[in-house]
């Protein structure tokens, strides 16, 4: 395609690497053609380049496949994943997983999108809910605002939680910046 036909969210091929268009702005230059300045986040490692691009110029577009998978187990560096469709499992390693097993218990559904039978990204829900598995005790009195304390959940992470929090109790974490969200009542 064209790159004056690109859009927000296309994964796009450039030097055989893929990229997701972030953003992208139409500029004029004073001399010459007209350009477009755009921001690409990097598949395979993340990181934000900004690239400029003619309007005439030619990009390969990247299709990925989405599909639903669900989280079983882990072992070592290993992370083996369930196709909740064809039942088919695949394994994924720390680099391709991330930090991804730090917020997901077993049976948990997460988004996995593949490019050419490879896994690219691999897509948490927004929020979990994992119980609490060592706290401080809340101190009686100390009613100083904002007053955090660590607390250990079941998958070894680490969050900073209110002082009412105790072990036990289930919270939600944003897994997107890895903060407590709220406590969330028994069912």
Request: proline share 4%; aromatic share 8%.
């Amino acid at each position: 395609m064209r790159a004056s036909e690109m859009k927000k969210g296309q994964t796009i091929k450039i030097d055989g690497k893929l990229y997701a268009i972030v953003d992208y702005q139409h500029v004029k230059l004073g001399k010459g053609g007209a350009v477009y300045q755009t921001k690409l986040k990097s598949l395979t490692d993340g990181s934000i380049q900004n690239v400029r691009l003619r309007a005439e110029e030619i990009v390969e577009q990247a299709y990925l496949d989405k599909g639903t998978y669900e989280y079983l187990y882990s072992s070592a560096n290993e992370h083996v994943l369930m196709d909740t469709e064809s039942y088919d499992q695949i394994t994924l390693d720390d680099n391709a997983f991330g930090d991804a097993p730090k917020y997901l218990k077993p049976n948990t559904r997460l988004q996995l999108s593949m490019y050419e039978g490879r896994p690219v990204v691999v897509e948490l829900p927004n929020t979990v809910d994992l119980g609490v598995t060592d706290t401080t005790p809340e101190i009686r009195g100390a009613t100083a605002t904002n007053q955090y304390k660590p607390a250990t959940l079941e998958t070894g992470l680490v969050v900073q939680v209110p002082p009412f929090i105790e072990v036990g109790d289930i919270v939600r974490v944003d897994t997107r910046t890895g903060q407590y969200v709220t406590r969330v009542k028994d069912v």
